[in-house]
C-alpha cells in the first residue's frame, strides 16, 4: 500500500472550521475504490496543526486519486486556509491494513 502522513499548518482564524473547509475534499476521497484510510487528527500541542494519514491500495490508486476532480478543486481551494505548503512523508509498505502494536497487546 502507499501510505501518507502529512501536516497541515492551518491559518488561526481558519483552525476550528478545518474540519469543514476540508469536508468535501475528504469525504470524496474516502469513497475513491483504491482509498484504505483516509483520518484527520489535531495536534494537542498546536491547535493549528492537523495531521493526515491516508492509504491507498497501490500506485494505481495513488494516481487515481492525485489525477481526480476532488483533488485538483483540494489544489485550488484549501491553500487560502494554510499557513504553510504541508509536510508530507510518503511510503509503500509491504501491507493492507493496521497491524497490531504487540507491546501494547490488551488482553491475552
Not at 19 to 39: H, M, N, V, Y
Not at 85 to 97: C, L
Request: charged share 30%; hydrophobic share 40%; with cysteine.
Amino acid at each position: 500500500m502507499i501510505f501518507i502522513t502529512a501536516k497541515f499548518r492551518i491559518k488561526p482564524e481558519d483552525a476550528d472550521a478545518w474540519p469543514q473547509i476540508s469536508k468535501a475534499f475528504t469525504e470524496a476521497t474516502r469513497a475513491e475504490p483504491g482509498c484504505l484510510w483516509f483520518d484527520w487528527s489535531r495536534s494537542l500541542d498546536d491547535p493549528t496543526e492537523y495531521v493526515l494519514v491516508e492509504a491507498f491500495r497501490d500506485d494505481d490508486a495513488a494516481g487515481a486519486h492525485v489525477g481526480s476532480d476532488h483533488f485538483q478543486a483540494a489544489q485550488r481551494d484549501l491553500p487560502p486556509h494554510l499557513q504553510e505548503t504541508p509536510r508530507i512523508v510518503n511510503a509503500t509498505v509491504p501491507q493492507e491494513d493496521w497491524s497490531e502494536l504487540g507491546e501494547l497487546r490488551v488482553g491475552s
